[in-house]
C-alpha cells in the first residue's frame, strides 16, 4: 500500500487502541443487503471495512443484512461473495443477520416485557401522519398503552401468521416528541407473509427493521467499530439506544451494574461515493437491467463491480481509485474522469500493445517478393522484460484508410505519393506509389516500396521517419467484435435532473465495430485459465484505439473485445 496518512476513522481506531477501548480488539464487518449486485459505492465501504482490520490486525466479517425477503435473492449473495473475493479482500467469517432472527425475536420479547414496545394496529400512513416534524411533536398513537399482557399476545399472534400483512407493527415505546425523528417510536418489527426468505423460507412471519437488526446484529458478533455511510449518523442515536438496552437486559440478568460492560459496538460515518455520468443505487440499476436498458448488471456500462470487470478495470485500479479520493464527513461528486484516469495508468504499465485496424485499407508492397515473414516486436516498446509477440508481415497487409492520402498537404506526414518515407510499426520504411479506386472513386488498394535495409531492430531500423502507421497482414489477421463502450448517461448528475433517469442514458454509449487483428490475438479464442477462482483476462493495447479487455462471449471463432478507456485522458490534476 502507498504512504498516506490515516484518514480520520483510521485516526479514531488508533485513539481507542490508545485507549484500551473493546480490550484492543479490532472487529468490523461489511454488510451488504443482498438485493443486488455489488457497484463502485460499495467499494469504497468494503475498503474502509477490510482495510481497517488489515491494518490494526482485526478481523472484518462479511454480514448479509438480509432481513427483507421481498426483495433478496440467493444469486445477490454469491454475487457478493465473488465480487470482494475479485477485489483481493478476505473475510473473517459470513454471517446473516438472519442467523439472529430467534436472538431478535426474543430480544422483541424482552422489550415488550419491559414495557419499551407495543404493537400499533394503524396504518402506515396513519403513523406517517402522527410522527410530526422536527420542530412539532408527534402525536401518540392510540394503541400506545396497550397493556404488556396484550402487546405480548398480539406480537406472537403477528409471528404465528394469524395477522395479515400490513395491519399491525411492533414499535418501540420510546419518545414521540424527541427532537431526532427516529426516536418516536420507530418501528422494529413489521408482517412479511407474502415471501419466503431466501434463508429460514416461511419460518418467518414477522421481520426485524434495519435499525432493530443492525446495531443488535453488530452486538451479538462482537463488532468494534460498526462504520457506515453519512445518511445513518441520524440513525446513530438509536443505535445507541437500542445497544444499551440489550446491555441493560444483560446488567439485569446477571446482577451486575451497566457499568460493568465495556464492551460496546460504534457507530462512524463517511461520505458515500457518488461519481458523474452514472447512478449509484441498486434499485435504479435493477431498473436498468430488468427493463433491458443495458445488457444485466454485468454490462460494461455498469458501476457494477462485475460490469467493471468486464469493461477491463482491474482490481488494482478500483483500489488506487478509492484509495485516491479518500475519506470525509462531507457528500460530493467525484468526476468519473478520475476513475478512467486510474485504469489508464494502471494499463498502461502493463498491457501489451497490439495492432488492429478499425477502417482498413489494402496496402500492397510492390517489391515486396518474398513469402510470409516473421517479425518479433516488443509488448510494450523499450521494455523487452515484458516480453515479445511475433506478428507476420507480407506483401498484402491493412492500414487504417486514414493513413493514406492521394493528395496531401504539407501538414500531412503518413502515407502520399511523393517521396515522403513512413514507417509500418515495429517493422519496415515504405513510400506509397499510388492507389487504386473503384467506380465510386473510393480507394480500393494503396501501392508502396518497402525498404529492405530498415527493419526496427536492425542498423538500418534506427532511420527516423516523420510518421508510423498500424498495419496488419491480410492473410493472417483475424476478424474481432470491437465493442465501443462510453459513458451510460449522457449529463454529470443524472440523480439531480428533474424528470426520468432513464430519459437520460448516452444514446452512444456503445457501438460494436468489427476491426481487423494481428495474429496474436488468436491465442485469446480458448477458455480463460481460473487461478483461485478467478478468470485471468488479458487486456491489450490497441494502438492508437485504446484499452481493451476480452470479453467473455469470445468463442473459438469469434473474439470479442470491449473499450475499457480510449487513450486520451482530459483528467486534470
Ligand atoms: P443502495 O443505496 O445502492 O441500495 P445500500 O446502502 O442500500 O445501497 P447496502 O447493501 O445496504 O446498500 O450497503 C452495504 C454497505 O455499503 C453499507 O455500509 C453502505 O453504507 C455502503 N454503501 C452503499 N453505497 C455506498 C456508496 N455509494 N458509497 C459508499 N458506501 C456505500
Ligand atoms: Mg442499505
Redesign the pocket.
Known amino acids: 500500500m502507498e504512504e498516506r496518512s490515516l484518514n480520520f476513522i483510521e485516526q479514531i481506531v488508533e485513539k481507542d487502541l490508545q485507549d484500551k477501548k473493546n480490550d484492543g480488539r479490532i472487529q468490523t464487518r ?7 449486485y ?9 475498503c ?2 477490510f482495510g481497517i482490520a488489515e491494518r490494526y490486525n482485526g478481523v472484518c466479517n462479511l454480514r448479509f ?1 438480509d432481513t427483507n425477503p421481498v426483495k433478496e435473492d440467493v444469486e445477490y449473495v454469491d454475487s457478493i461473495r465473488n465480487d470482494i473475493h475479485w477485489l483481493g479482500f478476505r473475510w473473517g467469517e459470513i454471517y446473516y443477520a438472519s442467523d439472529y432472527f430467534e436472538q431478535l425475536y426474543d430480544l422483541a420479547i424482552r422489550f415488550i416485557k419491559a414495557g419499551l414496545a407495543y404493537v400499533d394496529e394503524q396504518t402506515a400512513e396513519q403513523i406517517a401522519e402522527q410522527k410530526g416534524t422536527p420542530t412539532e411533536p408527534g402525536t401518540p398513537s392510540p394503541y400506545r398503552d396497550r397493556p404488556i399482557e396484550e402487546n405480548l399476545r398480539l406480537f406472537e399472534a403477528m409471528q404465528r401468521g394469524e395477522i395479515e400483512e400490513g395491519k399491525m407493527v411492533l414499535r418501540a415505546k420510546i419518545d414521540m416528541a424527541n427532537p431526532n425523528m427516529h426516536f418516536r417510536d420507530p418501528i422494529m418489527y413489521r408482517i412479511i407473509t407474502s415471501h419466503p426468505h431466501h434463508r429460514t423460507g416461511h419460518r418467518w412471519n414477522v421481520y426485524p427493521m434495519y435499525d432493530f437488526a443492525h446495531g443488535q446484529s453488530d452486538y451479538f458478533e462482537g463488532v468494534t467499530h460498526s ?3 453519512l ?2 449518523v441520524v440513525h446513530r442515536p438509536l443505535y445507541d439506544y437500542f445497544v444499551d438496552q440489550i446491555i441493560r437486559f444483560k446488567a439485569e440478568d446477571e446482577q451486575k451494574a451497566f457499568e460493568d460492560y465495556n464492551y460496546r459496538p460504534r457507530q462512524y460515518e ?5 461519481i458523474t455520468y452514472t447512478v ?6 435493477l431498473q436498468l437491467v430488468k427493463e433491458g436498458l443495458v445488457a444485466g448488471w454485468d454490462d460494461p456500462r455498469m458501476p457494477t463491480v462485475c460490469g467493471l470487470r468486464r469493461r477491463g478495470y482491474t482490481a488494482q485500479a478500483i483500489r488506487s481509485f478509492i484509495d485516491k479520493i479518500g475519506y470525509t464527513k462531507v457528500e460530493g461528486m467525484i468526476d468519473v474522469g478520475l476513475l478512467e484516469h486510474t485504469i489508464r495508468e494502471n494499463l498502461k504499465e502493463t498491457a501489451p500493445r497490439v495492432c488492429a485496424i478499425f477502417d482498413p485499407v489494402k496496402l500492397v508492397i510492390t517489391n515486396y517478393n518474398g513469402g510470409p515473414e516473421t517479425i518479433v516486436a516488443e509488448n510494450i516498446d523499450g521494455h523487452p522484460e515484458l516480453g515479445t509477440r511475433e506478428m507476420t508481415f507480407a506483401r498484402e497487409l491493412y492500414i487504417e484508410r486514414g493513413d493514406f492520402l492521394e493528395e496531401a498537404d504539407k501538414n500531412f506526414f503518413r502515407l502520399s505519393p511523393g517521396g515522403r518515407e513512413v514507417r509500418l510499426k515495429s517493422a519496415y520504411i515504405i513510400q506509397a506509389t499510388g492507389c487504386e479506386k473503384d467506380a465510386d472513386g473510393r480507394i480500393t488498394t494503396v501501392y508502396a516500396t518497402y525498404d529492405p535495409e530498415s527493419k526496427s531492430g536492425t542498423e538500418g531500423g534506427n532511420r527516423k521517419t516523420k510518421a508510423t502507421i498500424n498495419w496488419v497482414e491480410c492473410s493472417s489477421c483475424i476478424d474481432v467484435e470491437a465493442r465501443l463502450y462510453d459513458r451510460l448517461f449522457a449529463c454529470e448528475n443524472p440523480s439531480a435532473e428533474e424528470g426520468d433517469f432513464r430519459d437520460l442514458l448516452n444514446p452512444d454509449s456503445l457501438r460494436v465495430v468489427t476491426c481487423k487483428a494481428e495474429s496474436a490475438l488468436r491465442c485469446e479464442m480458448h477458455e480463460p485459465e481460473y487461478i483461485d477462482g478467478i478468470a485471468q483476462v488479458h487486456h491489450y493495447q490497441l494502438l492508437k484505439q485504446g484499452y481493451f479487455v476480452v470479453d467473455p462471449d469470445t468463442t473459438a471463432s469469434k473474439l470479442v473485445l470491449n473499450r475499457t478507456a480510449s487513450l486520451k485522458d482530459n483528467w486534470q490534476k
Open positions: 461489511f454488510p451488504p443487503e443482498p438485493n443486488g455489488l457497484h463502485i459505492g460499495h467499494v469504497k465501504a468494503i474502509m471495512d443484512d462504520i457506515c455511510t445518511e445513518f463517511f461520505n458515500r461515493l457518488n449509484m443505487s441498486k434499485r435504479k440499476m
